[in-house]
């Protein structure tokens, strides 16, 4: 047995790495920073999705280590037998308030999250229409049901619209998943007119805010506010684990879903909930977004984002169609996009390369994320390696 083991792993990583796919991971060495130590490296971090940089804010660490002294650092059951603390409930209560909901329940991840909400809500009888970018925990979370499944092209209504009217009397129920903005481009799911063609087909809507929480709308309540469709949207998913600067997913939704899922949400029902410091983190840090300064960081990250997609496209670099702190860099082949990000950090930049089957074949490209943590100095100084970059290897 170990020997057929062997054998599958070492054809496996053979084939990884004649497809030039294989990698090791980058080891980060202290704090995930605007700029960070990245295997052995101190480099402009372009990379994370720490969008406010509150994974290091001092009231968030402070209270977690309050939250420790006075509840200890783990919950010890899931959270339909004993592991539902008060602080869950506290912190809940202020999501569902966040995104202007009856309810919220939050799951361990984002990804755990998805899994959690699609499933109680599909049976055999049901049509789930997905975008065709949406993330990989959409997608599972959607093969973990028995509904039947359809993708329309990114972002198109009009495709959206041919398979709804297609569809049309043959489910008892059809939902509708989008991301809210997508983590490949950095572009804005158009959640209005999603909403009107739900209303019109009589379809239930979800978004996946992960990108969006914390970075847009009414104090970065996402996709739903920036498009004023409260009340008119059904289910909100969001991440803890970008912008809130800690680790978690949640879904913003009904009072009666919310009591579907305490029954039915696998990852609710058969994994442990979060340790008290996290759900306090991650109360300080909706405090804090509420607050002035989370509205001058919110701020801060915009002019960031303007500072450096601006500075971008002066140089002559293809930044596709992002709205948001995604920027992305793209030249084309994979292999390029994979020079470009090994360049760039030989000069002291971090952005990640990302290659097929991620993205499509042509459109290989480094991602950068700028956060509410750059300094103006910061963004200019990567410019400029970008610059000397790309000028290198003749991309502008
Ligand atoms: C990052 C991401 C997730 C996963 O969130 P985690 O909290 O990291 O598990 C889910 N959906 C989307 C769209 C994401 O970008």
């Known amino acids: 047995m170990p020997k057929s083991l062997d054998d599958y792993l070492d054809r496996e990583l053979g084939a990884l790495r004649d497809q030039g796919l294989f990698r090791t991971l980058r080891i980060l060495d202290g ?4 700029r960070a130590t990245i295997d052995g490296q101190t480099v402009i971090n372009l990379s994370a999705n720490n969008y406010l ?5 001092p009231a968030l660490c402070a209270a977690a ?12 059951a899931v959270r339909t037998i004993i592991g539902t603390m008060a602080i869950h409930e506290e912190l809940e209560r202020k999501l569902a308030a966040f995104k202007h909901t009856e309810a919220s329940l939050v799951f361990q991840s984002g990804f755990t999250a998805n899994a959690g909400v699609i499933g109680p809500l599909l049976t055999e009888q049901d049509l789930v229409i997905s975008d065709e970018l949406n993330h990989a925990s959409i997608i599972d979370g959607i093969r973990l049901t028995k509904a039947d499944r359809r993708v329309y092209a990114h972002c198109d209504v009009a495709s959206l619209e041919a398979v709804l009217r297609e569809t049309q009397g ?5 939902l509708i998943i989008t991301d809210g903005v997508f983590s490949m481009d950095g572009d804005i799911a158009p959640l209005d007119r999603i909403a009107e063609l739900a209303e019109r ?52 939704c009904s009072a009666r879903l919310r009591q579907l899922m305490e029954h039915r949400a696998r990852p609710l029902l058969f994994s442990t909930s979060h340790p008290p410091s996290v759900t306090a983190t991650c109360i300080a840090a909706l405090d804090l977004l509420q607050s002035a300064e989370g509205e001058a960081l919110i701020d801060r990250l915009w002019q960031n984002t303007r500072l450096f997609k601006r500075g971008l496209e002066a140089l002559g670099f293809n930044t596709g169609i992002s709205q948001t702190p995604i920027t992305p860099v793209i030249v084309g082949e994979g292999a390029r996009a994979m020079e ?3 360049r760039l950090f030989a000069a002291g930049v971090f952005a990640q390369g990302i290659a097929y089957p991620t993205v499509a074949r042509d459109k290989g490209r480094v991602r950068t994320i700028v956060t509410a943590a750059h300094t103006p100095e910061d963004l200019h100084e990567a410019l400029n390696v970008f610059e000397h970059v790309g000028r290198q290897m003749r991309l502008i």
Do not use: C
């Open 340 to 342: 470009l990000s090994d």
């Open 65 to 76: 280590i309050r939250a420790i002294e006075a509840l200890g650092v783990g919950s010890g």
């Open 201 to 252: 087909y009589g379809a239930i809507t979800m978004v996946d805010d992960a990108h969006a929480s914390g970075v847009l709308g009414d104090h970065g309540s996402g996709t739903v506010s920036h498009f004023k469709l409260h009340g008119r949207w059904d289910i909100q998913v969001g991440t803890l684990s970008k912008a809130i600067g800690a680790i978690g997913g949640y879904v913003a």
């Open 31 to 34: 704090p995930q920073g605007a």
């Open 170 to 174: 043959r489910y008892a129920k059809t």
């Open 53 to 57: 940089g509150l994974n290091t804010h």
